[in-house]
């Protein structure tokens, strides 16, 4: 079983829609918890971090649940420019990063 | 934010040889690196991780005889992969950290694509 699993989409999203998804985590030893953004062949790029607490960046939502252990991200007011590859990431205590496969979101005019 | 660096950013090779593949941190010192593969569709798989002046840790199933990695110094980290296969081909992303940086903020490199023909 992998350690963050993701629903892959693709997610079609018409341009100022809201979209969300999430992922689940099985190391419930998992200290931290990101989404990266990642476009077609590129490098990944750290999008936000996610607490308990849920955090807002912009029209970017995140969420953590340790208890179910899923991870959730929102966005509002989709821009052409969001389309992308979205990487749940769980770290370890030793910093070791463990990423999903990805959720594919597609943004259309 | 911070910035590194990788060359070559795609290398085409017969099957057989050697190549090598540089990561820079260009305005940090970065005492761990680290080196993932990524497949087509697929999560970013780490590798190994490296530590500036002593020998890398790498990861289950991953053959430390055939991906060398050398951190010299605080800056460059190089992975080797020897006697190159097919199945090699890959997109391998270098990402750095350093202490006085937020331990979650691993800055990534652009990537470097093999072909391995």
């Known amino acids: 079983r992998k350690e963050v699993e993701q629903d892959p989409g693709p997610f079609n999203v018409p341009e100022g829609a809201t979209v969300a998804f999430n992922c689940t985590y099985s190391n419930s030893a998992s200290q931290s918890f990101f989404w990266y953004r990642q476009d077609c062949r590129k490098e990944p790029k750290l999008l936000m971090s996610v607490y308990s607490s849920g955090n807002e960046d912009g029209r970017f939502t995140a969420q953590l649940n340790r208890a179910s252990q899923y991870i959730s991200l929102l966005i509002r007011d989709s821009k052409l420019s969001d389309s992308a590859t979205y990487l749940c990431v769980a770290s370890d205590s030793w910093g070791k990063l463990q990423f999903g496969a990805g959720t594919q979101v597609v943004v259309t005019p | 934010g911070a910035v590194v660096s990788q060359h070559p950013s795609r290398v085409i090779c017969k099957s057989g040889t050697s190549v090598k593949i540089e990561c820079r941190s260009l305005?940090?010192?970065?005492?761990?690196m680290f080196w993932y593969r990524q497949f087509p569709k697929q999560s970013l798989m780490l590798m190994a991780t490296?530590?500036?002046?002593?020998?890398?840790?790498?990861e289950q199933g991953v053959e430390k005889d055939k991906f060398l990695i050398n951190h010299a110094s605080l800056t460059l980290s190089t992975l080797t992969v020897t006697s190159a296969h097919p199945e090699d081909s890959s997109f391998y992303i270098c990402s750095a950290w350093a202490p006085q940086t937020p331990q979650e903020t691993q800055y990534f490199g652009p990537g470097t694509r093999l072909l391995v023909l």
């Open positions: 490296s530590n500036e002046g002593s020998k890398a840790t790498y």
């Open positions: 305005d940090f010192q970065a005492t761990t």
